[in-house]
C-alpha cells in the first residue's frame, strides 16, 4: 500500500520525503482546499517534483475546490504549469475540471469532497477517465470491497487526522455564517463551537476526535486499500515527520505499541484518537470535552501555592515543550510553554496567570521539542554510488549510479604522466565534491593505473556530467512509469427545462399543481411507495425522487427496492451524490444534479450528465445570473448545511437503535442560532443539519431571471401558501448567499 503525506510547505514536504512517503499531496497559491497552506506556486513546482521524484516520490496536485466560471482560465493555467513539472496526478473536486483538463495526460483523482463511497458512485465517475477516488471518511470497508470488484479503480483511503463532521466535507455552515466557504479551502470550523441539545447535552457537540488506524492497517489490506492517506496540510513539519514516520514503520512490519501511539497523540490529538466509521461506534467518534490539542498527559497537579503547580510528572519537561491544562473532568484549561527544563518527578510548573491550576487537574505536552528539533525539515542529499577509471591510453570516465540506474560521462583521452601520475585515493578524494548538486556520495571507487596524468577540470568536468546525467535517467525513468490518462466526458444528457421545481417531504403539502415536484422522504419503506404511486396517479405534476446524499452497505438495496416499486410513476433524480446520477442512468431517468452536487459552472454542468441542475448555493445572484444554462436556484426553504453520518442522538442520549430516542424535534444551539436536525431513515441514518434562517430570495430576486427551487421540507407550508406569498418561514429569512457570494 502507498503512504500519502500532506505538504502544506516545502519543509514538510522535505520532512515527508524524509520519513519515507512514498507520495505527497500538495496545493498551489489557489483552487486549493487548504487556502492557508503556503510556499508552492507554478514558478516553483517543478523543483518540488523533481526533488521528490528524484527520492522515489509521487506527487498529487490538489485542484480541489469548486471552480466557478471566472476561474477557469486560472485552473487551466496552473495545472499546465503542473503538467509541465511532471505531477503524477490532479486532486480535483468539481466535475467540472475533467473537460477542462482532459488533454493535459495527467491521471485524474476524485477528492474525498467528491463524496464517492459505494461502488455506484466510483463506476459512473470511472467513465470520466478517472483513475482513483479518494473515498470519504465514512466509507465502508465493506462498500471498498465492492469498489475493487466492480471497477478498475484505485482506493485512497484516509487513516490518520482530522475528520469533518458533515459527510465528506461537504458543508455550507462556514458559507453561511462568515462568508468563507469550507467548499473554496476556507473553513472557519464552526463545528469546532460549543452548542447545547435539545437533549440537555452541552460541550463540543460537532466537533469529532482525530481518526488514527495504525492499528487497523491489516484490515485495510484485506480490503485491496491501495493508498493510505494523511491528513494534515495544516499542520506542522514536525508532525508530517513523526506521523509519517510512524506509518512507515508499521507498514514495513513494525507492530505498533504504546510508543507509537503516544508519539502519533503527541503530534496532534483531540481527546484521544477514534478508530473511523469502522472500527468505532458513533460514541467513540466524538469527545465533546475538547476541541482542540491535548497531546499525552505527563502529570497530575498534586497541589498549588503562589509558587505555580507542583505537578507528579510521568516523564522529563523540557525548554520550550508546549503544555497544556485539562480540568478533572476533562475540559481544556489553557495552554503554555515550558520556560526551562524540568526533571524533578514532583516538580514546581510555574502557570501563567488567568490559567487557574487546581488539584487534579492533568498536564498534557501538546508540543515536544526535541521532537520537533529531530524532524528533518530541510532537503537532503540523494545517495549515489561514484566510480572514476584513470587509464593510460583510455578516455577517463565517472559512473553516477543508484540501484536502478547509472550514467557514465566521459573526458579526455589520459596519457602517461611527465611528472607524479594520479592515484586512486587522490581520484576518489577528487571526485567526491557534490555539493550543491542534490547529491551526496555514500560509495566512492577509484580504477587507476598509477601512470597516467588527469588534469582536475577534466575529473570536474566528467563528474558533473555524470551526476546531471544520472539525474536527467532518474527523471526520464519517473516520466516512463507516469500513467497517463486522457479524461472524457461520456455523457451528453437528455435536455431537461425546468422553470420551477417544488420539493416535499410530505406529499400532503402538495395541494395544488406543480410543473415538477420533488420528493424528498425521510424513509424509503412501503408506505412511502405506495404515497408516490398513489398521488402521481391522481395528479398531473411530474414527480421525482430526492435521493439520499448517503447510502453505505445494505442502503443502496434498499434504494433499488423503492425504485423499482415507483419506476413506472417518477420520471427524475435529484441526485446530491454521483451514486445517485448512476443509478439515473441505470433506470432511464433525468437526473437533475441537487443542490449538494454544487454545480458552479457551466463545464461543471456540461460534465454532470445532468439534465438539469440547480445550482451551487454559494453562488452569487451575478455568477448565478452568468451561468450559460437555465439553472434552478434555491430560493425558498430550509438549507441544509451538513449532513452527520454519526448519531446526534446516540451521541446526546447514549440510547441503541432498539430503543432511539429521536422523535423529530431535536435542534442543536449555539450562543447566537438554533440549528434543527432531522433523520433519514436507510439501514444507515443520516442527519441534516439546517441553517437557523429560512431562505427567502422570492421576494428580493422573482421576475429577474429567477427559476426558484423551493423546498418545504421541515417547514409547515403547503404549495398553495407559496403560491400565495404566505408561507411560513419560521422565524427571521435570509436571501442566502445569493446578495454576497463566498469566499
Given at each position: 500500500m502507498e503512504l500519502l503525506a500532506p505538504v502544506g510547505s516545502p519543509e514538510a514536504l522535505y520532512a515527508a520525503v524524509a520519513a519515507g512517503a512514498d507520495a505527497v499531496y500538495f496545493g498551489l497559491n489557489a483552487l486549493n482546499a487548504r487556502a492557508k497552506a503556503q510556499g508552492f506556486d507554478e514558478n516553483n513546482v517543478k523543483a518540488y517534483v523533481e526533488y521528490c521524484h528524484l527520492h522515489g516520490v509521487k506527487t498529487y496536485v490538489t485542484l480541489n475546490t469548486e471552480i466557478k466560471n471566472s476561474e477557469t482560465e486560472k485552473l487551466r493555467a496552473l495545472a499546465e504549469a503542473c503538467a509541465e513539472a511532471g505531477t503524477d496526478a490532479f486532486i480535483v473536486a468539481d466535475i467540472g475540471a475533467v473537460g477542462i483538463l482532459a488533454d493535459l495526460g495527467v491521471p485524474l483523482h476524485?477528492?474525498?469532497?467528491?463524496?464517492?463511497?459505494?461502488?455506484?458512485?466510483?463506476?459512473?465517475?470511472?467513465?470520466?477517465?478517472?483513475?482513483?477516488?479518494?473515498?470519504?471518511?465514512?466509507?465502508?470497508?465493506?462498500?471498498?470491497?465492492?469498489?475493487?470488484?466492480?471497477?478498475?479503480?484505485?482506493?485512497?483511503?484516509?487513516?490518520?487526522?482530522?475528520?469533518?463532521?458533515?459527510?465528506?466535507?461537504?458543508?455550507?455552515?462556514?458559507?453561511?455564517?462568515?462568508?468563507?466557504?469550507?467548499?473554496?479551502?476556507?473553513?472557519?470550523?464552526?463545528?469546532?463551537?460549543?452548542?447545547?441539545?435539545?437533549?440537555?447535552?452541552?460541550?463540543?457537540?460537532?466537533?469529532?476526535?482525530?481518526?488514527?488506524?495504525?492499528?487497523?492497517?491489516?484490515?485495510?489490506?484485506?480490503?485491496?486499500?491501495d493508498s493510505l492517506k494523511i491528513e494534515g496540510r495544516l499542520k506542522q513539519p514536525h508532525y508530517v515527520y513523526e506521523t509519517v514516520r510512524r506509518y512507515r514503520a508499521a507498514l514495513d512490519g513494525k507492530t505498533p505499541d504504546r510508543e507509537d501511539i503516544d508519539a502519533l497523540k503527541r503530534a496532534f490529538n483531540r481527546g484521544g484518537f477514534t478508530r473511523g466509521y469502522n472500527f468505532d461506534d458513533t460514541r467513540g467518534i466524538m469527545y465533546p470535552k475538547v476541541q482542540n490539542n491535548i497531546g499525552v498527559t505527563v502529570g497530575t497537579v498534586i497541589s498549588v501555592d503562589r509558587r505555580g503547580a507542583v505537578v507528579a510528572l510521568k516523564e522529563d519537561i523540557r525548554k520550550g515543550d508546549g503544555l497544556k491544562l485539562i480540568s478533572a473532568s476533562g475540559e481544556e484549561k489553557g495552554g503554555f510553554e515550558a520556560r526551562s527544563d524540568i526533571n524533578a518527578r514532583n516538580a514546581l510548573l510555574p502557570v501563567p496567570d488567568g490559567i487557574g491550576a487546581a488539584k487534579g487537574d492533568s498536564v498534557a505536552k501538546t508540543f515536544d521539542a526535541a521532537t520537533a528539533a529531530n524532524a528533518v525539515t530541510e532537503p537532503q542529499p540523494l545517495p549515489i554510488a561514484l566510480s572514476v577509471r584513470a587509464r593510460t591510453g583510455e578516455r577517463l570516465s565517472v559512473t553516477a549510479q543508484t540501484d536502478s540506474r547509472s550514467f557514465t560521462a566521459y573526458g579526455p583521452m589520459l596519457e602517461e604522466a611527465e611528472g607524479k601520475a594520479a592515484d586512486s585515493d587522490g581520484l576518489a578524494r577528487a571526485a567526491n565534491r557534490l555539493g550543491g548538486s542534490g547529491f551526496c556520495a555514500k560509495d566512492i571507487s577509484a580504477d587507476c593505473d598509477g601512470r597516467c596524468f588527469v588534469p582536475a577540470s577534466a575529473l570536474n568536468a566528467a563528474r558533473r556530467s555524470a551526476v546531471e546525467g544520472l539525474r536527467s535517467e532518474l527523471l526520464t525513468e519517473y516520466a516512463e512509469r507516469q500513467r497517463k490518462a486522457r479524461?472524457?466526458?461520456?455523457?451528453?444528457?437528455?435536455?431537461?427545462?425546468?422553470?420551477?421545481?417544488?420539493?416535499?417531504?410530505?406529499?400532503?403539502?402538495?395541494?395544488?399543481?406543480?410543473?415538477?415536484?420533488?420528493?424528498?422522504?425521510?424513509?424509503?419503506?412501503?408506505?412511502?411507495?405506495?404515497?408516490?404511486?398513489?398521488?402521481?396517479?391522481?395528479?398531473?405534476?411530474?414527480?421525482?425522487?430526492h435521493m439520499p446524499l448517503i447510502a453505505r452497505g445494505g442502503d443502496i438495496g434498499l434504494l433499488r427496492g423503492f425504485l423499482d416499486a415507483v419506476k413506472d410513476s417518477v420520471?427524475?433524480?435529484?441526485?446530491?451524490n454521483w451514486y445517485a446520477f448512476e443509478l439515473a442512468r441505470e433506470y432511464g431517468m433525468y437526473a437533475v444534479a441537487g443542490i449538494k452536487a454544487n454545480i458552479c459552472s457551466d463545464a461543471a454542468f456540461r460534465a454532470s450528465g445532468a439534465s438539469a441542475a440547480i445550482a451551487s448555493a454559494e453562488l452569487s445572484y451575478a455568477e448565478y445570473r452568468g451561468l450559460g444554462f437555465d439553472a434552478l436556484c434555491f430560493a425558498y426553504g430550509a438549507l441544509p448545511v451538513m449532513t452527520l453520518t454519526h448519531c446526534p442522538v446516540q451521541l446526546?442520549?447514549?440510547?441503541?437503535?432498539?430503543?432511539?430516542?429521536?422523535?423529530?424535534?431535536?435542534?442543536?444551539?449555539?450562543?447566537?442560532?438554533?440549528?434543527?436536525?432531522?433523520?433519514?431513515?436507510?439501514?444507515?441514518?443520516?442527519?441534516?443539519?439546517?441553517?437557523?434562517?429560512?431562505?427567502?430570495?422570492?421576494?428580493?430576486?422573482?421576475?429577474?431571471?429567477?427559476?426558484?427551487?423551493?423546498?418545504?421540507?421541515?417547514?409547515?407550508?403547503?404549495?398553495?401558501?407559496?403560491?400565495?406569498?404566505?408561507?411560513s418561514c419560521g422565524g427571521r429569512t435570509t436571501s442566502g448567499l445569493l446578495g454576497r457570494g463566498v469566499k
Open positions: 476524485a477528492s474525498t469532497q467528491m463524496g464517492v463511497h459505494n461502488a455506484e458512485g466510483a463506476e459512473y465517475l470511472e467513465r470520466y477517465g478517472f483513475t482513483r477516488v479518494v473515498v470519504a471518511r465514512e466509507t465502508l470497508l465493506s462498500d471498498v470491497r465492492k469498489i475493487k470488484e466492480r471497477t478498475s479503480l484505485e482506493v485512497e483511503f484516509f487513516v490518520h487526522g482530522a475528520l469533518c463532521v458533515a459527510f465528506s466535507g461537504a458543508c455550507l455552515a462556514s458559507a453561511v455564517r462568515t462568508g468563507d466557504s469550507g467548499n473554496r479551502g476556507r473553513c472557519m470550523q464552526p463545528c469546532r463551537l460549543k452548542y447545547s441539545s435539545s437533549f440537555g447535552k452541552e460541550g463540543y457537540l460537532l466537533s469529532p476526535k482525530d481518526q488514527c488506524l495504525i492499528t487497523e492497517l491489516d484490515s485495510l489490506a484485506a480490503a485491496r486499500v479524461a472524457t466526458l461520456p455523457y451528453s444528457a437528455k435536455p431537461l427545462s425546468l422553470s420551477a421545481m417544488y420539493e416535499a417531504d410530505d406529499l400532503a403539502k402538495a395541494d395544488v399543481h406543480a410543473e415538477a415536484l420533488v420528493y424528498a422522504p425521510r424513509e424509503f419503506g412501503k408506505e412511502q411507495a405506495e404515497a408516490v404511486n398513489g398521488y402521481c396517479s391522481q395528479s398531473g405534476s411530474k414527480v421525482y425522487l420520471c427524475g433524480l435529484v441526485c446530491d446526546n442520549t447514549g440510547c441503541t437503535c432498539a430503543d432511539c430516542a429521536y422523535d423529530g424535534d431535536f435542534v442543536y444551539r449555539d450562543k447566537r442560532e438554533e440549528y434543527r436536525i432531522s433523520r433519514t431513515k436507510l439501514r444507515h441514518c443520516t442527519f441534516d443539519l439546517y441553517n437557523p434562517q429560512t431562505v427567502n430570495a422570492l421576494a428580493k430576486y422573482s421576475g429577474r431571471g429567477l427559476r426558484p427551487f423551493v423546498s418545504l421540507s421541515g417547514i409547515d407550508a403547503k404549495l398553495s401558501d407559496i403560491a400565495a406569498s404566505t408561507a
